[in-house]
Structures are given as structure tokens and as C-alpha cells.
């Protein structure tokens, strides 16, 4: 009998001893996340395998450590995110390509749901994809972040103009700040680094030309604008890591006008001439005049015309990849 009631008493003071001693290891790692160091700018895991805190130009945000849906209004993060290997769940159009997806990664995007342009996002669209997150520009973020943050938890991300001064790589931070959301940063890494040698084999092309100035142009509705030596990472794309030199009428930091008048003056060997969508009729205007068959390139035929797509592929390892094909071909 004593033994019947000692069993009871025994089994009781196990499990005692057994939940003190898991309270005392949930206090211990309790103390260990919440004296965890802060990681400036990056993605920092908060409850392992549930959530993490993010850190942006907007102050933090509460993400799932595993992202589903992402909405994304920026073509440079649309590239971000298909370089590691992510398909957003809702792009934003371009206004200026008829509303639709951007042309260079229109293939890789198929399915792929239309929420508006990054200045005016159709929200309900949105709303119905009910995404974990949103990534949006620090340029677009001024009149939209407060209705995006009341749908789901929207990262802003970015620069101000101009304040990457003389920094090359500036582009790749937000790249990395991407991949970091994904647990992919070594796998981004990668991608750069194959950009990185792809580059440097063009610019042997390009360091043994006898004539390699180039001109950067865009053709607008009624104006025509070359651009800088900096202040675009497309621009220090094709002048700082692929060695074209500057012309003289090329700016040193950010784009100006290029009245016709002065269009003989322009020493280029070669031409990248961007055409807005409604800059057509200039542009047929600008080949009809003999002030622009001065220019050596366009005497030489070097005029390497585009649309503006790469204004946005400079952001991006696919799209500026992709530029430096172009730029073989030009001067192959």
C-alpha cells in the first residue's frame, strides 16, 4: 500500500523538476534573441523561423522570415528580385511602355499581376494579393508609404539623389538588401561577381579601341539631352567600368540639353541615342539635318539607337548585363 502511494508522489516531482527546468532554458534563450546586436540596414531575424525586423529609410518593419508574396513598384528591385531567383507576386507598369510590364523582363514575369505605376498603385489590386511584404523606392515612398503600410509591411529602400557621390557600386546595396530578406546575400553575391568579370572582358574590348569616345543621348518629345559622366548608374556603367571616354560637351554629373546648334561640336565615336516613346518625330527631324551628320559617329555610323530601357537596366545585374551585350555589338 505504502508503495502504491509513493509511485504517484514520485512521478508528481519528475515533472516538477522536468518544467523548471525547460523554464529555465526559454529564460535563458529569451535573454540570448533579446541582447541579440542590431544589424544597420539589414534584415534581422527577431523569432527564428517566424519573423524578422527590417531596417529602412522608413524606420523598421516586421516581415515573415519566410516571404510568399511580395509586391514590388520598382523596376530595380523587379531585377533584384528574378536575379536570386524570386518572382514577385505584383509589379508595377511603366506609364511611358503603355501600362504594361518593363520589356527586358517581360518574359520573366508572365503571370504576374499589373498593380498600377509606382506613383499612383492601384491598391486594390493589391489588397487582393494580400502580400507579406511591399518594396517600394524612397523617391515614390513621399505619397504613398502611409496607404501601403496600412495593407502590409512596406520596405523603402534607396538613395537620395546624388548621395552615392563617387561610390561605382552603389547600385548592388539594395541588391543585397533584397537578397538578405531571402537568406540568398552569397547567392547575390555571385550574380555580381559573374557581372563583375563579364564587365571587365568588355572592357579590354573597349580599352583597345584607337577612338572611343562615346555620347550618351536622349531623344524627348522636343529637346534632345546628353548625359553625364556620373549621376546614373548606367552612365558610370558604360564610363568608369566599361573605359569609354567622355566627349567634351559630356556633363560630369548630371544630364544637360544639347541644343542642335552645338551638335558639330560633339567629338563622339560612338552614340547611344535613347528615344522616349514620343521622340519620334525628333528624332526623324534630328537625321534629316545636316548639323547632325556632322558627328563623327553618325558620319561613321556608330549611332547605336534604343529605346530608354536602359535608364532602368543600369539598376540591375540582368539589365546591365545586358547592356554590355548591346555594347559588344556596337563595337564589334
Request: include cysteine; charge should be negative; aromatic fraction near 6%.
Amino acid at each position: 500500500m505504502l508503495m502504491n502511494r509513493l509511485i504517484p508522489l514520485v512521478a508528481l516531482g519528475l515533472l516538477l523538476l522536468t518544467l523548471a527546468a525547460c523554464g529555465g532554458n526559454s529564460e535563458k534563450q529569451g535573454q540570448k534573441e533579446t541582447t541579440a546586436p542590431a544589424i544597420e540596414a539589414t534584415a534581422e531575424p527577431v523569432a527564428a523561423d517566424l519573423t524578422r525586423t527590417v531596417t529602412h529609410l522608413k524606420g523598421e518593419s516586421i516581415v515573415p522570415a519566410k516571404i510568399d508574396r511580395i509586391v514590388v513598384l520598382s523596376a530595380a528591385y523587379i531585377d533584384h528580385l528574378l536575379t536570386i531567383g524570386e518572382k514577385p507576386a505584383g509589379v508595377n507598369v511603366e506609364v511611358r511602355y503603355g501600362g504594361d510590364y518593363l520589356p527586358y523582363l517581360a518574359s520573366e514575369l508572365e503571370g504576374v499581376k499589373l498593380v498600377g505605376s509606382a506613383d499612383s498603385p492601384n491598391l486594390e489590386a493589391i489588397v487582393e494579393i494580400d502580400p507579406d511584404v511591399i518594396l517600394v523606392e524612397s523617391r515614390t515612398a513621399e505619397d504613398t508609404y502611409e496607404q501601403l503600410e496600412k495593407i502590409a509591411p512596406t520596405i523603402v529602400l534607396g538613395t537620395e539623389w546624388l548621395e552615392y557621390e563617387d561610390d561605382t557600386t552603389y547600385w548592388t546595396k539594395d541588391l543585397l538588401m533584397v537578397a538578405e530578406l531571402y537568406d540568398k546575400v552569397e547567392l547575390a553575391e555571385q550574380r555580381i561577381e559573374e557581372l563583375h568579370l563579364k564587365t571587365a572582358k568588355a572592357s579590354e574590348i573597349v580599352n583597345k579601341l584607337d577612338h572611343k569616345q562615346l555620347a550618351y543621348l536622349r531623344v524627348r518629345e522636343k529637346n534632345l539631352q546628353i548625359y553625364a559622366g556620373k549621376g546614373h548608374p548606367t552612365n558610370t556603367l558604360l564610363y568608369h567600368d566599361l573605359g569609354f571616354a567622355r566627349t567634351e560637351l559630356t556633363p560630369e554629373e548630371q544630364r544637360a540639353d544639347l541644343s542642335l546648334e552645338v551638335v558639330p561640336d560633339l567629338d563622339a565615336d560612338y552614340i547611344v541615342l535613347e528615344v522616349d516613346p514620343n521622340g519620334r518625330d525628333n528624332l526623324n527631324s534630328m537625321n534629316q539635318s545636316a548639323l547632325w551628320a556632322k558627328v563623327p559617329a553618325v558620319q561613321n555610323e556608330k549611332v547605336y539607337v534604343t529605346d530608354s530601357f536602359w535608364l532602368f537596366k543600369g539598376w540591375g545585374v540582368i539589365g546591365r548585363g545586358q547592356i554590355v551585350d548591346d555594347v559588344l555589338k556596337m563595337v564589334e
